[in-house]
């Protein structure tokens, strides 16, 4: 059974940072991508930062310049260091491992960003 557990999420104020850790339990395998995803109150979920097997990165338009997603293979763990935060920042964040078969995701961690 594998389990994605975040934590790191927490309440800062504007231009702050947090770091978000995503690790994983289990026997996981056939990983192609990971990455994290936000959901705001009333509105879609959508693709905050992604790094592929092979080590590259793609980032939300509105999170380049002050968010970093790393990963720790030997750990299972995947990480995101946001910087200069905003209040439009603030949202649930999902953890996400891409696969071959169904995706495994995180529970959410909050994130809230005051002005």
């Known amino acids: 059974q594998v389990q994605l557990v975040e934590s790191g999420g927490g309440l800062v104020q504007s231009g702050g940072s947090l770091r978000l850790s995503c690790a994983a339990s289990?026997?996981?395998?056939?990983?192609?991508?990971m990455a994290w995803y936000r959901q705001a109150p009333g509105k879609q979920r959508e693709l905050v930062a992604a790094i592929t097997k092979g080590g590259a990165t793609n980032y939300a338009d509105s999170v380049k310049g002050r968010f970093t997603i790393s990963r720790d293979n030997a750990n299972n763990t995947v990480y995101l260091q946001m910087n200069s935060l905003k209040p439009e920042d603030t949202a649930v964040y999902y953890c996400?491992?891409?696969?071959?078969?169904?995706?495994?995701w995180g529970q959410g961690t909050q994130v809230t960003v005051s002005s």
């Open positions: 289990g026997n996981i395998f056939n990983i192609l991508s």
């Open positions: 996400n491992w891409r696969r071959s078969g169904p995706d495994y």
